[in-house]
């Protein structure tokens, strides 16, 4: 396969632990997890930014949200930035965008930008200049059931029925009116199953909380509890639907005779804690899901399945999601060197890399200003005290927020950051975590010692 097709298909906020393959109990995900079983699963892959836009400006650019200025929603993607489908069009890709894009609205320099419920520009799209069926923020012109999006024309789409089901109809109906003579890449980009912000709910499909009553919730909502009892059958719901719809897709591209051409990459942007973390940052703990870097919000699920990525094989080395944009490329024949952050995930399963390191680094935005190291044995947190993590990108003074031994709590639900017995691996760690701050930001902050006090395990 010289020049595969490639879809990179994506969810929004989806924990890793609601796939079968990454130990979810409920049958909620047989076709990717036959994906995977055919393919690659990355055990442990984390997201870069656990924040929507900083995230896909990320996936669209290969580079670190804060050098985009694109670290918090409402910043649009630069348009003199070269983009994923930049690089693929020049390399003779036809291209497809579908679903949520949120790189367009916001302060656009001296002016306010506002797409949110609006057509996108061509100028905007991130150099995707072919088919397109996409919302700024989708949350906004559509809910769990019906809604409207635009095309490349600027025309808007309107859609009835279940809202992830619609999207997955998009995409199928680009395989319809593809240039065949051409191989594809096509961003799938679901909103599911993100809550929906207007009705401050998750909504699955209709029954979902019948269908998914007997679920058990991760250790960490167990103990921390959230909403999550009310809202994780709806959650599970919509998890079953993108699934679902996924192997619609592939029925598609077996049916064309496509399937073994095709690499498809299913990931999610983030996770979601459930209303449990935050409680002490700018954002209120009953407002945010995702804004932290524990686990629930940073551990994604990532499988890739054709071309080289074959064989059942589970990687279990730390990866992180901010090396798709270079990954993709690399599949495509595309070497962008340098040129964009992370690695080509391929190096990582082929035992490529021996000299790599098996640690990943995450910006965090709106709730602090925040970085964050996580290695196979720890999580590791700074935050800069007095900032407003939603009018400031970074800082050049941070205090350590937290410290997770994640072998003896993988839960994540005991703060070890004040303990002696943690003196000497807190110095290890914040020795690695400047080092990516100076990699990613080109900075060299300082970062002092938490003041010993009355501890917040719920952070």
């Known amino acids: 396969m010289s020049r595969p097709n490639i879809i990179f298909y ?15 109990r409920l049958d909620i995900t047989p076709n990717v997890d036959r994906l995977a079983r055919e393919g690659v699963m990355f055990r442990n892959a984390f997201t870069a930014q656990p924040v929507c836009g900083p995230c896909r400006a990320m996936f669209q650019t290969g580079r670190y949200p804060t050098e985009l200025n694109c670290w918090k929603n409402g910043q649009p993607l630069p348009r003199d930035v070269k983009t994923v489908a930049g690089y693929m069009e020049e390399a003779g890709y036809e291209t497809a965008y579908v679903g949520k894009w949120h790189l367009a609205s916001g302060s656009g320099g001296s002016r306010t930008l506002d797409y949110t419920v609006k057509a996108v520009p061509k100028e905007l799209r991130g150099g995707y200049n072919g088919y397109w069926r996409a919302a700024d923020v989708l949350e906004f012109t559509s809910h769990g059931y019906d809604g409207y999006v635009f095309d490349e024309n600027n025309q808007r789409i309107d859609f009835q029925g279940y809202r992830a089901d619609c999207i997955n109809d998009m995409a199928l109906n680009f395989l319809d009116v593809r240039d065949r003579s051409r191989p594809f890449f096509m961003v799938v980009s679901q909103i599911e199953p993100h809550h929906q912000n207007d009705h401050k709910h998750y909504e699955g499909p209709r029954g979902s909380k019948e269908k998914y009553r007997d679920f058990e919730l991760p250790g960490d909502l167990q ?9 994780y059958p709806d959650y599970l719901g919509q998890c079953a639907s993108l699934d679902q719809n996924v192997g619609r897709l592939i029925a598609r591209l077996k049916e064309e005779g496509l399937y073994e051409d095709t690499v498809i990459i299913y990931a999610s942007d983030h996770g979601s804690h459930f209303m449990t973390r935050n409680k002490d940052g700018h954002m209120n703990g009953g407002d945010d899901y995702k804004r932290t870097g524990h686990d629930a919000a940073l551990k994604v699920p990532l499988i890739i399945r054709g071309g080289s990525y074959v064989g059942g094989k589970v990687v279990e080395d730390l990866v992180s999601t901010a090396s798709l944009p270079k990954t993709i490329l690399a599949m495509a024949g595309i070497d962008v060197g340098d040129g964009m952050i992370g690695e080509n995930l391929l190096d990582v399963v082929q035992g490529n890399a021996p000299d790599r390191k098996n640690e990943v680094f995450a910006q965090i935005s709106e709730s602090r200003v925040g970085r964050c190291i996580r290695t196979p044995e720890y999580l590791y947190a700074v935050y800069a005290p007095g900032m407003n993590g939603c009018e400031v990108g970074a800082s050049d003074f941070y205090a350590e927020d937290y410290l997770y031994n994640v072998n003896k709590d993988p839960y994540q639900l005991h703060n070890v950051v004040h303990e002696a017995a943690y003196t000497e691996m807190k110095r290890d760690l914040r020795a690695r975590l400047l080092a990516w701050i100076k990699e990613a930001e080109g900075a060299s902050p300082t970062i002092a010692d938490t003041e010993v006090g009355e501890q917040d395990e719920s952070r």
């Open 10 to 24: 994506f969810s929004d906020q989806q924990r890793a632990d609601t796939l079968g393959c990454y130990g979810q």
């Open 223 to 231: 103990a921390l509890k959230g909403n999550a009892n009310e809202e």
